[in-house]
C-alpha cells in the first residue's frame, strides 16, 4: 500500500553531464561515456533504494533528451536535418530533428538499459518511454504529415519495443505524455487509440504520465495564465479512466488542480506527484503526507502510488536526494495511519 516511485528522470552527476542544465551535453565521449551512464545508473539505484522508493526507475542517466533519446535509433527519423519549431502549442522553441521516411526500429534501443537495471536492483523497476503524442509534438514531419497517422506509426514502434523491454523483467512501463495537457482535442480524436497500440499485448503494468512540465521558465509563466484552477485533468480523465492503461501519473504537489478531478480517475491506480519538481525547497515529510492525505478522499489507499510531479533531471543532485528521502518518509507516516506495515 502506498508505493512509491518517481516520474523517471535524476539530477545527473557532473562527471556525466553539466549539472542544473536541461538536456545538457554529454561531458564525455566513446567507450569511456558509456562506462559513465552505467556508473550513474548504479548511483541512481542506490539513491532511490537508499531513500526508501519502492519502485525504482534508471533516472534517465542514460538518456540526454527524454523524446530524442528514443528517436536516435529509428529509420526515418532524421537528426542531421534539425528544424527549430514551436512544441507544445508554440509554448516554447526547440530544435528538433525531421521524419523524412518510413519509421522502423533500428535494433533494440534501450533493452541494455532495461538489462543493466535489472541486474542491479531487487526493487521493482520500471521505465520511461516518450508517449506518441508528445513525440510527434517534439520533432519536425515531411513525411506522414499527418499527426495522427505519424503517432499511430510511432505507436507501432513503441510496441515493438515495449514488449522487448517488458520481456527483460520490467515490471511498469510509462509513457510519457507532457502533449496531453495542451492538445485537448486530440487526446480524444486519437491520443487515447495512440497509447492502446503503443501498449498492446505487455504483460507487465502500463502507465502514462501527464504533468505541467518541468520547472524551466516556459513552463512556469504557462501555468501563471491558466487561472485559479488547472482544469485540463477534466477532460482527459474520463478518457483514461476507460483506456487500458493501467496507471496515471500526475501533478499535485503546489499546483492548481482540484483534487477532485482525481475521482474521475475511478478504477486506475493514480500516481500522485507529491514533490514539486519546479523549485529547490526541499518537502518535509509532513507536507508530502498532507498531499498524499487530501488525494486519499477521492483515491482508495490500494490505488494510490506517492510520487513526483516530473522529473528531477534539472534539479541539484543534494535537493533530488532530500525529496526523495521526503517522499519516502511522508508516504510512511500516511501508511501508519492508515494500519499498514511501514
Not at 529509420?75 to 516554447?92: L, M, P, Q, S
Not at 512556469?220 to 485533468?233: F, M, P, Q
Not at 529547490?280 to 488525494?295: D, G
Amino acid at each position: 500500500m502506498l508505493l512509491t516511485t518517481i516520474a523517471g528522470s535524476l539530477p545527473k552527476p557532473s562527471w556525466l553531464a553539466t549539472p542544473g542544465v536541461l538536456w545538457a551535453p554529454w561531458a564525455l565521449e566513446g567507450p569511456a561515456l558509456e562506462e559513465a551512464k552505467r556508473d550513474a545508473v548504479l548511483v541512481a539505484l542506490k539513491e532511490q533504494e537508499t531513500a526508501g522508493i519502492d519502485i525504482v526507475t534508471d533516472g534517465e542517466q542514460s538518456r540526454q533528451h527524454f523524446v530524442h533519446g528514443f528517436l536516435e535509433r529509428i529509420e526515418g527519423v532524421d537528426f542531421g536535418r534539425r528544424v527549430t519549431i514551436g512544441i507544445r502549442a508554440d509554448r516554447y522553441k526547440a530544435e528538433v530533428p525531421t521524419v523524412t521516411g518510413p519509421l522502423a526500429r533500428r535494433g533494440s534501443i534501450h533493452g541494455e538499459e532495461v538489462r543493466f537495471a535489472r541486474a542491479h536492483t531487487q526493487r521493482k523497476l520500471k521505465f520511461t518511454i516518450p508517449g506518441p503524442m508528445t513525440i510527434v509534438d517534439t520533432l519536425a514531419d515531411e513525411h506522414y504529415r499527418d499527426r495522427r497517422r505519424l503517432a499511430l506509426e510511432f505507436a507501432r514502434v513503441i510496441n515493438e519495443e515495449a514488449r522487448e523491454l517488458a520481456a527483460l523483467g520490467l515490471d511498469v512501463l510509462q509513457l510519457d505524455e507532457p502533449a496531453f495537457n495542451v492538445y485537448l482535442d486530440d487526446v480524444k480524436a486519437w491520443g487515447i487509440e495512440a497509447l492502446h497500440r503503443a501498449v498492446e499485448g505487455l504483460r507487465c503494468r502500463t502507465a502514462v504520465h501527464i504533468c505541467y512540465g518541468y520547472g524551466i521558465k516556459a513552463n512556469v509563466e504557462w501555468k501563471a495564465t491558466l487561472g485559479s484552477e488547472w482544469r485540463h485533468y477534466e477532460q482527459t480523465f474520463p478518457l483514461l479512466a476507460g483506456s487500458r492503461i493501467d496507471q496515471v501519473s500526475l501533478e499535485c504537489a503546489n499546483s492548481r488542480v482540484p483534487l477532485e478531478l482525481l475521482g474521475l480517475l475511478r478504477g486506475k491506480d493514480v500516481l500522485v506527484g507529491a514533490i514539486d519538481v519546479a523549485t529547490e525547497a526541499v518537502e518535509t515529510p509532513a507536507e508530502v503526507a498532507a498531499t498524499l492525505r487530501k488525494a486519499l478522499a477521492f483515491v482508495p489507499p490500494e490505488r494510490l502510488y506517492p510520487c513526483t510531479n516530473c522529473g528531477m533531471v534539472p534539479l541539484p543532485r543534494e535537493v533530488a536526494r532530500g525529496k526523495l528521502g521526503a517522499l519516502a518518509a511522508g508516504a510512511a507516516l500516511v501508511r501508519k495511519e492508515l494500519g499498514a506495515p511501514a
